[in-house]
């Protein structure tokens, strides 16, 4: 926070997301089908500022250090032209398993400041940490700020499957989401059908279907 961040700026100093191993940002229609990201530092695949269109199909997160998928940025919540949104991009049917391995505090799927982003039908087993994170700017209200506002809308989580999240870590959880996201309910997230199992917190284990 930004008190104890030399030259940091209210409510907190610049964000930076750890480096993909493959990366892109203000790209369109990229396809990622079926392809293995394992054995591998910092993020597995950053899709970041821009990126519109994109799909994550079929594909495999294992044995990475830090977040499996990172797309969308975390320091530009109003950008002022639609080439910097990051919209409509999918991530289906993949699986993350066993990781992170040496940041913990990763996550399988992180998402930035998105819309219209589907994350659906995918497997998440054994995370040390959250295994999917979105809904981005929540963090101010810790310094007794109002959350971000941002151009976050029409984002679906949905008919995932994930087991054992939360492994090492806890304040966290399989779907972790606390930030402003769209106007009403009608634009919000929509976070449905997925199943969850396993989920420890502080060694107290919990099932449950959201």
């Known amino acids: 926070m930004c008190q104890f ?14 480096p993909g191993n493959i990366d892109f940002g203000y790209d369109q229609d990229v396809r990622f089908l079926g392809d293995d990201f394992t054995h591998l530092g910092a993020a597995g695949l950053r899709l970041s500022d821009g990126s519109q269109n994109d799909t994550v199909e079929g ?8 977040n499996g998928l990172e797309l969308g940025g975390v320091d530009d919540p109003e950008p002022t032209a639609s080439v910097q949104d990051t919209t409509g991009n999918q991530i289906l049917d993949d699986h ?30 054994n995370t040390a940490y959250t ?15 109002p959350a971000t506002p941002n151009y976050s809308n029409d984002n679906v989580v949905a008919d995932n499957l994930i087991e054992n999240p939360m492994q090492m870590l806890a304040d966290g ?14 634009n919000g997230e929509q ?7 396993g989920a420890m917190d502080h060694g107290q284990d919990r099932k449950s279907v959201v």
């Open 96 to 125: 993350f398993y066993a990781l992170p391995v040496e940041y913990h505090g990763g996550v399988a799927i992180d998402v930035g400041y998105a819309e219209h982003t589907t994350i659906a039908h995918n497997q998440i087993d």
């Open 131 to 145: 295994a999917i994170s979105l809904g981005w700017g929540g963090w101010p209200d810790k310094i007794g700020q």
């Open 191 to 197: 976070i449905t059908g997925n199943v969850i199992l």
């Open 59 to 66: 594909s495999t997160f294992t044995d990475i250090s830090g």
């Open 5 to 18: 961040i030399q030259g940091g700026t209210c409510p907190y100093g610049d964000w930076t997301q750890e």
């Open 173 to 186: 959880g399989a779907i972790y989401t606390q930030g402003i996201t769209g106007s009403s309910l009608a």
